[in-house]
């Protein structure tokens, strides 16, 4: 109360601090809010003692910028586990550069403005986990994935994979959108239900957490408790929507290389053949290519089909079965294998998605070259991070 009374009435703050990312003012610039009651709180009480007697408190720059610095990482890009630090940086000079988002049609901009709304929506809630790590650690399990985020970033930028890819979206869809790419409208569709599947299965793991910790505290003496049926219909539905992002992935490689027909293949194996027939050998030779194809091998995918197989055709997998629960304590429950399950496969799914994106950024380069000499791409900033 004191606080509040001390920067509204007598320092005179109204509003808190709005500090923006890079130099560009223009739409779909970052930027984050420093509340000035947090900064006040840090003042050692000697400052705090000056400024009172003086009636006047402005935060140093320094403050202002690291404070901004660290809620951007906390709510955004992430630690450095997650490349956080180094995707501030590149934001940082993306968001210094000129946009013209011209190419744009109305329900791009629709697509692209809804997908950011949710996408707060979804960082906002799972920033106040709890005991679960959600953080998909991309830097951790692949550093050579993370690289690619740079040449990336002159027709896709990548903003974050903290817990699931979030990317200038807008900028992504005009860029393809002025590439003239004969595919551009079944790409960018394919790319926003993508995307929106990101967010959903993040958002829906964190919602699988929380039933978790209910049930460990709630369960006790009951034989069965409302939070471990809510957790495993949660499980099921998270199953079917990492399988359904496999899918929608390799369909939009294919549209990168105007490959249309993926879907209309019986068998996985089928598409995996007409992928390695209709992608440009060039394509095929870099690595980001050859981790896709690694990956969606029908053996790497098999404890995905498994679960999936289980719930819509097989007589089920038991970890997902009432009989697993009733009277169990929490911590006997395969619902923690289950977690770790859903969490490796999202976290590959992110992965190949963004292998998926470098590939249509060599593709967007080719028709429609960046406005920017080769040296200005920001590779140095790779560069000093990879030294480090």
């Known amino acids: 109360m004191i606080t509040d009374f001390l920067l509204r009435y007598v320092f005179g703050y109204k509003d808190d601090i709005i500090v923006p990312l890079g130099t560009e003012m223009q739409k779909g610039r970052l930027f984050t809010i420093v509340y000035i009651k947090t900064l006040w709180e840090k003042e050692p009480l000697i400052n705090k003692l000056i400024c ?31 490349y956080g630090d180094k995707l501030l940086d590149l934001l940082g000079w993306h968001n210094s550069r000129k946009w013209k988002l011209d190419s744009l049609t ?35 399990r692949a550093p050579q994935i993370c690289f690619l985020i740079f040449p990336m970033v002159v027709k896709v930028p990548v903003i974050s994979f903290q817990y699931f890819l979030n990317i200038h979206k807008a900028f992504t869809f005009n860029s393809i959108r002025e590439s003239k790419h004969p595919q551009a409208d079944n790409l960018i569709s394919f790319l926003y239900e993508i995307l929106y599947l990101q967010q959903k299965i993040a958002y829906s793991l964190y919602d699988f957490t929380n039933q978790i910790i209910y049930a460990d505290r709630n369960k006790k003496d009951n034989l069965v408790i409302g939070a471990e049926l809510n957790a495993l219909i949660s499980a099921d539905l998270i199953f079917s929507y990492l399988k359904a992002s496999i899918e929608k992935i390799m369909a939009f490689l294919g549209l990168i290389y105007s490959l249309q027909d993926l879907d209309s293949k019986k068998t996985h194996k089928a598409k995996i053949n007409a992928i390695l027939t209709g992608v440009p050998d060039k394509a095929q030779k870099q690595f980001y290519f050859e ?39 929490v911590n006997s429950l395969p619902l923690i294998k289950i977690f770790e399950v859903i969490h490796e496969q999202h976290a590959k799914n992110t992965a190949i998605l963004i292998c998926s994106l470098a590939l249509l950024t060599d593709d967007l380069v080719t028709r429609k070259p960046p406005k920017i000499q080769k040296e200005e791409v920001p590779l140095d900033l790779m560069v000093k991070h990879y030294e480090k």
């Open 52 to 82: 009172i007697l003086k009636l006047n408190y402005q935060p140093a720059d320094e403050k202002v910028l690291l404070a901004a610095q660290d809620i951007l990482m906390s709510d955004i890009v992430g630690s450095e586990s997650d």
């Open 106 to 140: 109305k329900l791009d901009i629709e697509k692209a403005d809804s997908l950011d709304a949710f996408a707060i929506l979804v960082f906002n809630r799972i920033k106040n986990k709890e005991s679960f790590r959600l953080n998909l650690d991309m830097y951790k």
């Open 291 to 329: 981790f896709i194809m690694e990956f969606v091998k029908s053996a790497n995918l098999e404890e995905l089909n498994n679960y999936r197989s289980g719930i819509l055709h097989k007589k089920g997998i038991s970890d997902l079965q009432p009989h697993n629960y009733y009277g169990e304590k």
